[in-house]
């Protein structure tokens, strides 16, 4: 029997008994070195017994005329054995025929008798050296093979299922369920809410090694008979089998949530990112995978609506709503990229003097269907789709340019800036401080001319790992305005150590400030904290002449609001700076 050695094993099938003698003296030296063993047979039987026990050959040499069984009856029934596995026939001289229907029977060479041992050895070395050949080239084939496969229904990066290979499994299971129990089922699809503003933020690296985090952590939060797939960038979906009970699916996305909103450690840096959840569960009235996943699908981006971190059940009502919201994404893509948006400039007033110093530009959409399409409405569908950086390059170019034929047209005006407006997602956005630059350079505008509106929220979230950013942006002198202040969470470090010039009073306060003592004490409240920490003031929303005189009072610097003006298109904002310009 051939021993578990990393010797070459021969099976030499021949009746010669003095045959054996020859070959261990003409080969010991490769014998004692391991690296040949040859092991030695009377007939094609007893190969082929040998052969049926253990396969792990790497060549056979043989002899035709044998007792029992010959050759050429050996070769024909050697076929089913390991393809790789050669033949080669030692035959006398007189025997050409018998060697012609060998090699027609799959024999890769021939020896004449008496053997040449010389011959012999490089007989056996080429042969040796073909399969060895061959079978790396099979096994490399085997291997691309496999790896195919693999990624035809497993994730690369994470190494769960992907999208096939989760549809593949939920079928099944279908299935199976139908033909067996039937019992309950739930399928949950989950987007990762702030993974584009890591990605952006930290690099494609950073954002990579995220989500092979979440795809461990849900592994560890989830019961083992659970199936958990990446169907999407950062998208996730996992079958819950046997459910017993709603509650308990509920209490299985409750288990999700607490796991994904702990910190996660990225290259030393801890990064926080909650997760959206859609839910559907069996008792639908769908059994095609796609239609399942695609309700799941439905009810997560009814659970992103909601805020960052929500949960959602799917309801037949979401339908309407997801045609909606899918016909509302095409039409602002085509909007965005057919320019069919415009800005409207709501003017900001100095305090003191009452004199116009700026601009605020903002984004308008009149819908040929719907009408007026509230910016509430479609800047969330412009974020989630990522329509937010060409619609934001396009403000920015539209307002700078505007800016500069006004500072033109308008010369007694000043100074007179532009104030846009700023998604986080294009903070986090690699090209912002070249697009800038660029729209400067192109406008020939000076940097103290634009300020970059971002709310509160935006900037916490955003402003750490931007940080870089917004110093090359300040080194221009372009301004950064906090819009909202005191309308999200506050940290009075960021205020201190990040490069802000300007808080912006939320008018929910500045409404209520003439009546509501609460409210005149917040609005005065910022307006001394901003002095203190060297910052100037602009009110928000202010429709009368008591908000007004309150405001100057406390020092607020600027202002803007209905009491000064409504929101102008570009050649009313024009009219009102000719009056401005005397």
């Known amino acids: 029997m051939p021993s578990f050695k990393t010797a070459k094993i021969i099976l030499v099938v021949d009746d010669e ?49 044998m007792p029992e069984m010959d050759g050429l009856t050996l070769l024909e029934k050697i076929k089913k054995f390991d393809p790789t596995l050669k033949t080669v026939v030692v035959s006398a001289y007189d025997e050409l025929k018998n060697i012609r229907i060998a090699m027609n029977r799959g024999a890769f060479d021939f020896l004449t008798k ?10 056996i070395n080429k042969t040796l050296a073909f399969v060895r050949e ?15 496969q ?3 229904f497993y994730d690369g990066l994470t190494g769960l299922l992907n999208r096939n290979g989760f549809i593949k499994q939920l079928e099944a299971h279908i299935h199976t369920n139908q033909q067996q129990a039937n019992s309950p089922f739930a399928l949950l699809f989950l987007d990762l809410d702030r993974y584009q503003v890591v990605k952006f933020t930290l690099g494609h690296g950073v954002g990579e090694e995220l989500l092979k985090q979440v795809a461990r952590r849900l592994e560890n939060c989830l019961p083992p008979t659970s199936i958990i797939a990446r169907v999407g960038t950062d998208e996730f979906a996992i079958l819950l089998k046997d459910i017993s009970n709603i509650q308990e699916v509920n209490n299985i996305a409750s288990a999700i949530h607490r796991a994904l909103e702990m910190p996660f450690i990225l290259k030393q840096v801890s990064v926080s990112s909650t997760v959206s959840i859609g839910i559907v569960h069996s008792n639908l009235d769908v059994v095609e995978p796609e239609d399942l996943l695609r309700a799941a699908d439905t009810a997560m981006h009814c659970a992103m609506l909601q805020g960052k971190g929500k949960t959602a059940v799917f309801n037949e009502g979401m339908l309407v709503g997801a045609i909606s919201r899918l016909q509302l994404e095409a039409d602002l893509q085509r909007a965005v990229f057919n320019h069919q948006l415009h800005l409207n400039y709501q003017p900001i007033f100095s305090l003191v003097n009452e004199q116009i110093v700026g601009f605020e ?29 060409p619609l934001g390059a396009w403000v920015l170019s539209e307002a700078m340019g505007c800016l500069r034929n006004w500072l033109e047209q308008f010369p007694n005006v000043r100074p007179l800036s532009m104030n846009v407006n700023l998604s986080g997602i294009q903070l986090s956005s690699p090209d912002l401080g070249t697009l800038i630059n660029e729209l400067l350079e192109e406008f020939s505008l000076s940097g103290a001319s634009l300020k970059l509106e971002i709310t509160e929220s935006m900037f916490m979230e955003n402003a750490g790992a931007a940080s870089q950013l917004l110093e090359e942006l300040k080194a221009k002198q372009i301004q950064f305005c906090i819009d909202d202040f005191g ?12 490069p802000i010039d300007t808080l912006k009073i939320d008018r929910e306060f500045i409404s209520g400030m003439v009546f509501d003592s609460k409210d005149f004490d917040i609005v005065k409240t910022i307006i001394i904290l901003a002095h203190s920490l060297g910052l100037d003031v602009v009110a928000e929303g202010i429709e009368t002449r008591e908000q007004f005189n309150r405001l100057r009072e406390l020092g607020c610097e600027y202002g803007q609001g209905f009491f000064f003006s409504r929101p102008l298109e570009t050649e009313d904002a024009e009219m009102l700076l000719a009056l401005f310009n005397g």
């Open 487 to 498: 309308k999200g969470y506050s940290s009075l470090s960021y205020l201190h150590h990040l």
């Open 17 to 65: 008994l003095s045959l054996e003698r020859l070959i261990k003296q003409r080969f010991r030296k490769q014998i004692k070195a391991k690296e040949l063993e040859f092991i030695f047979v009377n007939n094609g039987r007893e190969a082929l017994s040998l052969l049926e026990i253990s396969p792990a050959f790497d060549l056979i040499l043989t002899d035709i005329q």
């Open 361 to 389: 530009a903002l984004v308008r959409w009149r819908h040929q269907v719907r009408g007026i399409v509230s910016p509430t409405e479609f800047i969330p569908v412009a974020e989630e789709t990522g329509l937010i950086l």
């Open 150 to 152: 693999y990624q035809a």
């Open 134 to 148: 061959v079978r790396e080239n099979q096994q490399q084939l085997q291997s691309a093979q496999e790896q195919l």
């Open 114 to 123: 008496p053997i040449d041992f010389n011959d012999l050895e490089i007989t």
